[in-house]
């Protein structure tokens, strides 16, 4: 049975005017062990409820419950923060000018040298960066010190480890297998992680749970492929997979049998074959994307997207079938 470590109860923050948009009546459980992916655009609260999580930020209503505790926020302990977990931010908070083992080597004491050692080595291995012990920060890359700030942030026997955007400073190339590192360490380790990110790929490929946040309001929560599959809105199937949103006036358009007002699906879900209940489009361009090809298609002026596995099999302004196979309707 899983064990409850955080819970997220009636949380609301509202920043002022100025500022980005907080959160309201924010309610969800995290369980040791998880990793938990909060997504949504720019200004959805996301680091809002990462800050309030860790117990930076002063929070207006509810409360966040750690291991059956109160997380005490800023204006109630001398260093904000709680000591059980860690944050790694954007600017990963590094000694630019010290090598890697002194950096993660830092969070520890001197009172057990050896132990120091040991914790400093164990860490800089699980994170694959032993081999950069002794390079300065300034001397490695976005991705490299990633890495070491992570394992800064693990060393000192870290229960939960908040990453806000993680990704955000590490080319395509090394992306996924940061992202496979991450999500070893956590099954390794049985830590808990909780990740904000704009880009939904980061939740799909690591999260155990994702978590839509819009204008500060939890949408959807659930497993990533349920929430893929099954979103509640045209929110987070935008977010998840730029899916394809219809009025109801272009689904009835496109002879789509349908009651709601707005129809939704991913570019997937349509497909590209003769039979009897298939529509004639016309191909209005076509955008390369390596092994498959992403069609934009119109009939009766209503655009829609598909996916084509052979690549280079059509042309623009040719003429394909199309069956909707599936759709949502909000």
């Not at 500022?19 to 309201?24: A, F, P």
């Not at 890495?147 to 993680?166: G, H, Q, Y």
């Not at 049998?257 to 209005?284: D, H, I, M």
């Not at 690549?311 to 003429?319: A, I």
């Amino acid at each position: 049975m899983s064990e409850q470590i955080l819970s997220i109860q009636n949380l609301t923050k509202q920043h002022q005017a100025e500022q980005l948009s907080g959160i309201s009546n924010v309610n969800f459980n995290i369980n040791k062990g998880e990793i938990v992916a909060i997504i949504g655009e720019s200004g959805s609260g996301k680091s809002t409820l990462l800050k309030s999580i860790y117990g930076l930020l002063k929070v207006d209503e509810g409360e966040i419950i750690f291991n059956g505790k109160r997380v005490k926020g800023p204006d109630e302990q001398l260093i904000p923060g709680h000591a059980e977990m860690k944050m790694v931010t954007q600017d990963f908070s590094l000694n630019i000018y010290a090598k890697v083992y002194d950096n993660i080597a830092s969070q520890l004491s001197n009172t057990n040298v050896a132990l120091k050692q040991q914790k400093t080595i164990e860490v800089m291995e699980h994170l694959r960066i032993t081999a950069l012990k002794d390079k300065k920060i300034i001397a490695l890359s976005g991705g490299e010190q990633q890495r070491v700030a992570i394992a800064k942030a693990l060393v000192s026997d870290t229960k939960v480890l908040l990453l806000d955007e993680p990704f955000s400073q590490v080319d395509a190339i090394l992306k996924n297998q940061l992202r496979a590192d991450i999500k070893r360490l956590a099954k390794e380790t049985g830590l808990t992680i909780i990740m904000v990110s704009h880009d939904a790929t980061d939740g799909l490929f690591m999260a155990d749970r994702l978590v839509i946040l819009k204008e500060g309001q939890l949408l959807q929560e659930g497993k990533p492929r349920e929430v893929y599959n099954y979103p509640t809105n045209t929110y987070t199937a935008k977010m998840l997979g730029n899916a394809v949103v219809l009025s109801k006036r272009e689904a009835q358009q496109l002879e789509l049998k349908v009651t709601g007002e707005q129809v939704c699906f991913y570019p997937e879900w349509v497909e590209l074959k003769a039979s009897w209940s298939a529509k004639k489009f016309n191909v209005r361009d076509i955008y390369y994307k390596g092994f498959y090809d992403e069609l934009l298609l119109e009939r009766n002026g209503v655009h829609i997207r598909a996916l084509q596995l052979n690549s280079g099999e059509h042309k623009k302004n040719d003429q394909v079938y199309v069956n909707i196979g599936r759709f949502l309707e909000f």
